[in-house]
Structures are given as C-alpha cells and as structure tokens.
Nanobody
C-alpha cells in the first residue's frame, strides 16, 4: 500500500511558475514509476508526465513539453513537477500516481493515486 499526498498548487498568473510535490508513504517508493495527471472541469483526466524508478527516463505530454519538468528524490520519497510558463489551459486538479509498470502514460496502469491539488492560472 502506498499513500500519496500532493501539495504546491495554487493561483498563479499567466506565464508564472509553480512547483508541485508529492510525498509517498512507505519504504518502497523507489520501486514505483511515478506519474502526474490532471483533470480540468468537464474534461477527462489526462497524462502530464512520468518518471521511471531511478529517474533516468521521463516522458511528457506534448502540451507541456519544454515547460514542465518531472523529477524525484527517492531518499525523500518525493516526486516533483516544476511547471513554468503556465497558461490558463493548464488550470486543473493535478494528481500524482504510482505504477509498477516500467514507464507508462496510461492512467489504468497506475495503482495508487493522491487526492489532487488545484492549479489555477489566471489570464
């Protein structure tokens, strides 16, 4: 069992930056591929970024490539999402999730999910 708690969301202006954090409970954090997803009102949950167990490989949605960076600190059981050049269309609830798959953007392959943190980008 893994429990995930996100933080760092908030209100930011167009072009601003935020850094999301997700802290995992338990001693097996380094065994999981970690992902970030988001869900805007009235829309389906969508993939944002993922990072492998060691942090050696990352993947991004085209919509955030070049603006967002995912990283992890296995010693701190924490995964981060640095979000720069934020746009109003980035407004959503952001979720972190844990998967036993090697690397995946598919939500159904993620077993554990956090409660989400709201990110709002004003125009």
């Amino acid at each position: 069992q893994v429990q995930l708690v996100e933080s760092g969301g908030g209100l930011v202006q167009n072009g601003g930056s935020l850094r999301l954090s997700c802290v995992a409970s338990g001693r097996t954090f380094s065994s999981y591929t970690m992902g970030w997803f988001r869900q805007a009102p009235g829309k389906e949950r969508e993939f944002v970024a993922t990072i492998t167990r060691s942090g050696s490989t990352t993947r991004y949605a085209d919509s955030v490539k070049g603006r967002f960076t995912v990283s992890r600190d296995n010693a701190k059981n924490t995964v981060y999402l640095q979000m720069n050049s934020l746009k109003p269309e980035d407004t959503a609830v952001y979720y972190c999730a844990a998967s036993i798959s090697l690397v995946t953007s598919r939500a159904y392959e993620y077993r554990y999910w956090g409660q989400g943190t709201q990110v709002t980008v004003s125009s």
